[in-house]
Structures are given as structure tokens and as C-alpha cells.
Nanobody, 117 residues
Framework: VQLQAFGGGLVQAGGSLRLSCATS????????MGWYRQAPGKQRELVAL???????NYADSVKGRFTISRDNVKNTVNLQMNSLKPEDTAVYYC????????????WGKGTLVTVSS
């Protein structure tokens, strides 16, 4: 199983970035997909989730600014991040959670997003 996140980088406050996560080794359509982030000295937190059926959920801090989407043909999940703030600075991780009874989670290595003020 591989989850490869890319698209991070340095951006000024107010700018945009688009993260993508390419997956292999999983039945993509049978997984909920999520983006998490971890800032220095803080716990990892859920940013956005998209279920296998396409339902979405967002952290309050990113609602209205971030949009998660999935492509069940290309087996990718994306996170469009607009109106970025310095507090969005973190390592962003892609997550896949199986929807069966085992609920196994898979993680990618993360991509760094730095938002300068």
C-alpha cells in the first residue's frame, strides 16, 4: 500500500495550494479518504474527510476555504486550499480508512505546507 502526497510548498498568506494524494495497493472506492495535518508541537488533526460515497466533512478552521475531492478512476484525493493563513502551516498527511469491519488506516509520508505572513 502506498499513499504519496504532493503539492506542498511555500505560499504567502491569502494564497492557494492544491494537494494531491496518489494511492496504490488499496481498493480506492472502498476507502474513506482524509487529509490530516500536524503543526510543530501540536497533535495531528483532521482537516477534511471524504467518504467512499462522496460525503464531506471539514474542520471548522478550514470550512469555506478548503475543498476535498476524490477521483475514483485515478485513485487520487485532492485538497484545494484557498485563502491560506499562517496557522495552516503544517505537514499534511493523506489517510485512507477501509470501510469494512477492519477499519484499517493507511498513511502517507506527508507534504509540508508553509504559509508566510
Amino acid at each position: 500500500v502506498q499513499l504519496q502526497a504532493f503539492g506542498g510548498g511555500l505560499v504567502q498568506a491569502g494564497g492557494s495550494l492544491r494537494l494531491s494524494c496518489a494511492t496504490s495497493g488499496i481498493i480506492f472506492s472502498a476507502n474513506h479518504m482524509g487529509w490530516y495535518r500536524q503543526a510543530p508541537g501540536k497533535q495531528r488533526e483532521l482537516v477534511a474527510l471524504i467518504t467512499s460515497g462522496g460525503g464531506t466533512n471539514y474542520a471548522d478552521s478550514v470550512k469555506g476555504r478548503f475543498t476535498i475531492s476524490r477521483d475514483n478512476v485515478k485513485n487520487t484525493v485532492n485538497l484545494q486550499m484557498n485563502s491560506l493563513k499562517p496557522e495552516d502551516t503544517a505537514v499534511y498527511y493523506c489517510n485512507a480508512e477501509r470501510t469494512d469491519a477492519y477499519r484499517i488506516n493507511y498513511w502517507g509520508k506527508g507534504t509540508l505546507v508553509t504559509v508566510s505572513s
